[in-house]
């Protein structure tokens, strides 16, 4: 079977570092990747599955924040990816975000984020580092569970932002020890994860390859204008 392709979500400043990492995870995972930035076409009909990738802040002006002053923003690509994600869910095509990607996912919901989330959850562990030090907690019976096991995580984390109140459709699939959402999830097709951390740099974790090759999956039953859910968990069990 050819390859599902999916479009990745970049900064226009540095995705020409991260990107070939994500397309690596995107090969691991049997997909091939495209990538996308505001300064390019973008067209969901190109692709079978989305992945909105990690960068700056998302303006406030998205779901009638206020805009902290250490908020580094870029409304271009805000446009960019939340119409995309808008699309790709009426194309019924799969959706995963990446910490800033998790985030637009929500908002692009209709949900809201905390500007400062270490300032909203005091007792989180605040680590910056691409290294898995922080620990996440998975919420047991969600399909983040089933496609990376239930146990606690231990996870990257590079965010400031953080998901508040939950988009259209969504529901905590993870939360750290101080109780800030972590992931986030679809309980219906087309599939649809956010997680806060970066996988991509945890190529080599079986758990964070996981996540991959649900997305790859439910790429795959979009194309054959099958069952998402069902093709995720199939790969699950």
């Known amino acids: 079977m ?3 392709v999916i479009g990745i979500t970049t900064s226009r ?8 990492l994500m397309a690596l995870n995107v090969w691991m995972a049997g997909g091939r990747a495209r990538r996308w930035t505001d300064r390019a076409p973008a067209h969901v009909a190109d692709v079978d599955g989305v992945i ?20 580094r ?21 799969p959706v995963m975000g990446i910490c800033r990607g998790s985030q637009m996912l929500n908002v692009a919901l209709g949900g809201t984020l ?28 969600t399909r983040l569970a089933a496609v990376a096991g239930g146990a ?5 984390a590079l965010h400031s932002q953080a998901v508040d109140r939950l988009g259209r459709g969504l529901r905590v699939a993870a939360r750290d020890r101080g109780g ?15 997680v806060q951390w970066h996988p ?38």
């Open 180 to 194: 800030m959402i972590q992931a986030i999830e679809r309980v219906r097709d087309p599939f649809a994860i956010g």
């Open 13 to 20: 400043r540095s995705g020409w570092r991260i990107f070939p």
């Open 2 to 4: 050819v390859r599902p």
């Open 152 to 156: 606690p995580m231990k996870v990257n």
């Open 73 to 93: 923003l870029d409304p271009g690509r805000d446009a960019l990816e939340r119409r995309l994600v808008l699309e790709a869910f009426d194309q019924g095509l």
């Open 52 to 71: 909105v990738g990690g960068g700056d802040d998302i303006s406030p002006d998205l779901y009638g924040g206020q805009v902290v002053t250490s908020a």
């Open 114 to 141: 905390h500007q400062d989330a270490y300032d909203a959850y005091r007792d989180s562990d605040r680590h910056r580092t691409i290294l898995p030090r922080k620990t996440v907690l998975i919420a047991p019976g």
């Open 200 to 237: 991509e740099h945890l190529f080599y974790a079986r758990r964070q390859q996981g996540l991959f090759r649900a997305l790859v999956a439910a790429a795959k039953a979009s194309r054959q204008r099958r069952s998402q859910m069902q093709r995720v968990d199939a790969g699950a069990e």
